[in-house]
Each structure stands twice: as C-alpha cells, then as structure tokens.
C-alpha cells in the first residue's frame, strides 16, 4: 500500500508565498506535530516555499519524514501575520493510510485525544464493540449543539 497522509489539507496563497493549513485531521501526524489551521508552511525539507513549487515534496511514502518550517499567528494579533510572527520547525512522519476507525472519527471531526483545534470539541474512545464519546469541549461546536454527550456511542455515519 503507497497510500499515505500527512493529517492536513492546504492550499498555496501567493499573497501568503506560503502553503495555508486549512483543516487539520482529527487523528494523524499533523495533529501529532501541533499543527492547525492557518498555521502557513514556508519551507518543506529546506526548500523555500513561497513559489508553491514544494508541493511534489508532499506526496512521500509512509515513514518518511518532512520537514517543515512553518509560521503561525500571532498570539497577540488573533489571525494578522505581523513582523513578529512566531516560526517554528516540525518534522512530520508520513503515516500509512487511516484505518477505518480513523476515517470515522475525521469523517466526523472528532478527535481520540486530548481536544485540538479545527474538530467539533470532542474526545472519543473505543470500547468494543462501540466508539463513544468520551468528553466534550466547553464551548466547543458539540457542546453549542446540545445533541452530543459524553457516554453517547457512534453506530453509524450518514
């Protein structure tokens, strides 16, 4: 199998000169690495990104590893990119492709860990036969929902 994942979808902003994390799956490498969304990728593997002429470098097989230098917003700007942008640098592991239990819980935007961002706030949990929820984020879009509570088992996806 030569699928692979990074764990997030992109797109390449010329404004920008960067590649723009637009959603980060709920289980994957990029939500390992601390990735989210907005965050702005300006290197892949040392090569400049400001052309978007790295994305080839992002179609890897399952355990290598990217390494990318990424800028994030500003802590004290919400999302305005200033001249004191915060940068950091990540070294993602390309993953195999998600089994299905992982494809449910992206399908859905849920995470199995501690809540991140760019899910729909909450943690879940498999308990054969079952996956449930295990805890839901205040203020988060499930707990805005009123639909969604912690023990509620997910049978089916429609």
Do not use: W
Not at 133 to 154: C, L
Request: net charge negative; aromatic share 4%.
């Amino acid at each position: 199998n030569d699928q692979m994942t990074t764990g997030f979808e992109y797109k390449y902003s010329s404004e920008l000169k960067a590649l723009v994390v637009e959603k980060v799956d709920a289980i994957g490498p990029a939500r390992d690495a601390g990735i989210v969304c907005g965050d702005q990728i300006i290197a892949v593997n040392e090569l400049d990104a400001s052309s978007g002429d790295v994305l080839h470098l992002l179609e890897k097989r399952p355990g290598d590893v990217l390494t990318l230098i990424i800028r994030t917003r500003s802590e004290d700007h919400g999302s305005m990119y200033t001249a004191h942008q915060h940068v950091r640098t990540v070294a993602l592991k390309i993953a195999p492709e998600p089994t299905v239990v992982d494809r449910v819980a992206n399908f859905l935007g849920i995470n199995t860990g501690p809540p991140k961002p760019c899910g729909i706030g909450v943690g879940i949990a498999t308990i054969p036969p079952h996956t449930v929820v295990t805890e839901i984020v205040p203020n988060g879009p499930a707990s805005k929902s009123h639909r969604i509570f912690p023990g509620d088992r997910i049978v089916a996806i429609d």
